[in-house]
């Protein structure tokens, strides 16, 4: 017996190469199908030797002799190299949520409880009649005067321009006109065409009102895309007054073509009637506008409840811009949590492969299958082994259940 365990022990020198790595020793092989028949011989087949031995070919310590310790130390590195990535990349989200629930929340919801104490305040002024709400009565009568002159001078300029554009003669006014052509070459507007009874004044007047209510049109818009919608409404205006002054200048030409004081050619944008007819136009129309929306504001001082409504009103926007932060930022945080989960879901797998890098998962099956062959065949050989070969063949179907989830064919 003792001669056939040296000789055992002797043919195993022969065929098999032990290695030292820095932590470990690794024995390499060359047929794991012999490996597990000599270990099996050796052990009796035993079969916590034998799932002893498949553990160490799991965790490297038996490998194949085509292993590259080098190769794969280099795998670890890099694998080792992601694990920290993926480790820093998750504090740094773990961070950024500690900052959104410790930080911007609160500010936002103490913000919030800024606002609704505003309310409350508000309210008690105005309850005990301490509201400040900045009206003047200078100011105020000061608007109304300025809006009621710029109300009949549009009036007034929109009816001269109308009837300067459709309804002057030209024949009449040359006849008229007699030697003053200085008066007839200035002749942009007809302030007595407008004055003396005509029928026609009837739409000159009705078209100068309607002139007058595009200037309180846009103060009346509200809604959603108010700016847009007002914008838009002063460029349609500005287009009319273009083409109304293009009318008036074109009048104008042709009154001195026919004074012959004028060629038949005309370019309107390069006349300065027609950018006076606008600058006395519309930029008086943005004027009033403006007056009109400052004459409203400041009645709107004088009542007390309107002040207070429209600030309460103010204020709940801004709460409500709050409120919509607030569940923009815990949208964010279960965004941050399903990200920490993917993170960590990646480092257990980055983990996973770390400790398989000793050899690959489906060639490391391959030879577990082959010591496993190669140990049974062992103990197919006498009938004295059957409880040895029926606890192994358990052992073995249990640990790759436990680490492959399949277990691979002995055939």
């Known amino acids: 017996m003792e001669t056939l365990l040296k000789k055992i022990t002797n043919n195993t020198s022969n065929k098999e190469d032990v290695i030292t790595t820095n932590q470990k020793n690794v024995t390499t092989v060359k047929s794991f199908s012999d490996y597990g028949h000599k270990r099996s ?3 009796s087949g035993d079969a916590t030797a034998f799932i002893t031995h498949l553990r160490w070919i799991k965790d490297g310590y038996i490998v194949d002799e085509n292993y590259s310790e080098q190769e794969t130390n280099e795998k670890r590195k890099d694998i080792e190299s992601q694990i920290e990535d993926k480790k820093e990349e998750k504090q740094n989200v773990i961070a950024d949520k500690k900052v959104i629930e410790d930080v911007q929340i609160p500010n936002k919801k103490q913000e919030k409880s800024d606002l609704l104490s505003n309310i409350s305040q508000v309210e008690n002024d105005l309850d005990n009649e301490m509201l400040e ?8 009568y000061l608007y109304v005067g300025l809006t009621v002159a710029l109300s ?13 554009a459709f309804f002057r003669s030209a024949g009449l006014l040359i006849e008229t006109s007699g030697d003053d052509l200085a008066m007839v070459l200035g002749s942009i507007f007809d302030m007595k065409g407008i004055i003396n009874p005509s029928p026609n004044l009837i739409m000159v007047y009705l078209g100068s009102f309607l002139f007058f209510a595009l200037g309180i049109i846009p103060h009346t818009i509200k809604g959603k895309y108010k700016n847009l919608k007002i914008t838009l409404f002063l460029i349609g205006t500005l287009a009319v007054d273009a083409l109304l002054a293009y009318k008036i200048d074109n009048s104008i030409h042709e009154i001195k073509v026919l004074s012959g004081i004028a060629e038949e050619d005309w370019i309107f944008w390069a006349s300065e009637n027609f950018y006076l007819v606008l600058a006395f136009g519309y930029l008086a129309y943005l004027v009033f506008g403006y007056v009109y929306q ?3 504001e400041e009645k709107i001082k004088k009542n007390p409840k309107k002040i207070a409504l429209r600030n309460i009103n103010l204020i709940k926007k801004e709460i409500k811009e709050i409120n919509l932060s607030i569940n923009k930022y815990e949208e964010d945080i279960v965004a941050l949590e399903s990200k920490v989960k993917m993170l960590e879901s990646k480092i257990e797998l980055l983990n996973k492969r770390l400790n398989d890098t000793m050899i690959n998962p489906e060639i490391l099956s391959q030879s577990l299958n082959s010591f496993y062959i190669g140990w049974i065949q062992f ?6 082994y059957e409880n040895q070969k029926r606890e192994c063949n358990d052992a073995y179907k249990l640990f790759m259940e436990e680490n492959f989830k399949i277990l691979p064919s002995v055939n």
């Not at 709400?133 to 105020?140: A, F, I, R, W």
């Not at 009949?152 to 929109?158: A, D, P, T």
């Not at 103990?379 to 004295?384: A, I, K």
């Open 41 to 43: 011989g050796l052990n």
């Open 133 to 140: 709400t900045g009206y003047q009565s200078t100011n105020y």
């Open 152 to 164: 009949l001078y549009l009036l007034f300029f929109y009816a001269s321009a109308i009837y300067s």
């Open 294 to 296: 400052l004459m409203i």
């Open 379 to 384: 103990l197919n050989g006498s009938l004295d």
